[in-house]
């Protein structure tokens, strides 16, 4: 891998690693109360690998419900992900087999925004800046769950000092990166609003797919906006007419 794009990678992932730890331990500290062993806990983030996914999962776990309910539930929260590496083909078409398993496997929301973004600069996806990005926050989620599990007991009641608005506050960040983007504003309001009707009539997690399937067929009803002109087909033009 090229070290210059790892280093670079571990750098950008290195404020989202910072910003997520207080998750990952809140995870740990909330699987710990609902009954999972630190072992437990610390697998579930290794595997499952997504902060909304495995907060909805110790609490279906918490109420006895059915594995294949939870693993149902589990599923509509990151149906989400199949819509990330739609969008993400394009940049890493390069990439080897079992590159795109681990690319995909370590796709979570702030890693889909960087690449996205990065992708849409001009610059190259590589999977050395992607696999460095992914890494620095990847292990320190498991080792702040870990922590949050030992620890878990002096925190007490989350929602007492607000913990529980950080897992919001983050995804409304995280939107708010693509504000500039034409429509935005259309299809975040149909997505909000079909999102909680959703949460009301139907319930959760399904809100969350729901909501997201709205925002979708919005924006693919509405119009393509305006292509900017080809400014080197125009001067390759200018050129011709000059001859």
């Not at 210059?4 to 500290?29: C, I, K, M, N, T």
């Not at 294949?68 to 739609?86: D, E, G, Q």
């Not at 309001?189 to 919005?218: D, F, K, N």
């Amino acid at each position: 891998m090229n070290r210059a794009d790892f280093v670079e990678g571990l750098r950008g992932g290195f404020a989202v690693a910072l910003a997520s730890a207080p998750f990952g331990a809140l995870f740990g500290a909330l699987a710990v109360e609902n009954g999972m062993s630190l072992s437990e806990a610390a697998f579930m983030s290794a595997t499952v690998y997504a902060g909304a996914s495995q907060m909805v999962g110790i609490e279906l776990f918490g109420h006895n419900v059915h594995a294949w309910l939870i693993v149902l539930s589990i599923l509509a929260v990151n149906f989400r992900h199949v819509l990330y590496s739609a969008a993400m083909a394009r940049y890493i078409g390069q990439f080897t087999p079992v590159q795109k398993f681990f690319t995909f496997f370590l796709l979570v929301d702030p890693q889909f925004a960087a690449a996205v973004k990065r992708g849409e600069s001009g610059l190259p996806v590589s999977f050395a800046w992607y696999f460095g990005f992914a890494i620095i926050i990847y292990v320190p989620w498991i080792l702040t769950s870990v922590a949050g599990g030992l620890l878990g007991g002096f925190i007490g009641d989350p929602k007492a000092i607000g913990l529980d608005i950080l897992l919001p506050a983050y995804f409304l960040g995280i939107v708010l990166g693509f504000r500039k983007r034409d429509s935005f504003l259309p299809v975040a309001l149909v997505s909000a609003v079909a999102s909680v009707l959703a949460y009301r009539y139907v319930g959760s997690p399904w809100h969350v797919s729901l909501g997201a399937a709205a925002g979708i067929v919005l924006a693919a009803l509405l119009p393509l906006p305006p292509q900017a002109p080809d400014l080197e087909a125009g001067a390759l033009q200018s050129e011709v007419h000059e001859v």
